[in-house]
DNA sequence: CAGCATCCGCCCGGATACTG
DNA sequence: CAGTATCCGGGCGGATGCTG
């Protein structure tokens, strides 16, 4: 376990590491990712995309949808038609990536109520005067 | 594994989910923790931290440490001291979240070869005039 | 030494308008 | 329908200067 940790952030591969690890982080691109999971198909065009990713703005759609496409995480398949038709899949890759960050999103739910604790008694702390 | 999927984004602390996931994407967070984790007594001052996390700014580090010491990951003892001591220690819940993470970065490092080979592709057609 | 205060550039994400 | 092109405000992260 200590070899575990130490692992993490040995060697020069920090920055894929966390380059990674933003993706992760940032506001769509994992909801993304589930909500495509959660289609039996493991597809959907771009407009579901955007009405059950509701607030999402087109823009960001496409952008979000242009990164995990160029990481492999998702196929686009263009259909020669009119009006046009686009739909994106959910390549092996990113079937794959989702088992591990299931485990973070578990760890998060069951520790949710912990964190939330420990918040509430550091604000209380800050809000009186010291000590 | 389909229910899981159905788990991550179901209910409404779908926003707990992202609260927690974008500190883990942030700049210095996870690497903090990492860098704590890899001290064998878990602890270190202040300024050991500056330095192990070589380029960063006392302000972003200050910060940093604020939040994960509000969401119970790191504990801060004040020793009263002239010059002054502060250590930080990873909690027993820091050390914990460690290990889901673990595995995320682990698959990132196993596939990241996938990652950068789909990238590349994805490059090389963008150059190109399409087709 | 361990910080707080202030200032600031940059980029992320959103709004809007237009097109093949 | 599925984008592209612009514009823009807010926040993150960094630089600098000052204290207990």
Redesign the interface.
Known sequence: MAR??????RSD??G???D????????WT??LV??L??TPSKRARFSELQRMLEPISQRVLTTTLRDL????FVSREVFAEVPPRVEYELTP?GI??????????????A??P??E???AR??ARGAMPPR
Chains 1, 2 share one sequence.
């Open positions: 575990e940790t130490t692992e993490m952030c591969d920090v894929v590491v966390r990674l690890l933003t993706k992760v982080g940032d506001k994992m909801l589930v909500t999971a959660r496409e160029r990481d492999g890759l794959d990536m989702l088992e591990p960050i299931e485990r973070v999103v578990e760890w998060m739910r520790n949710w912990s964190i604790a420990s918040r550091f604000d």
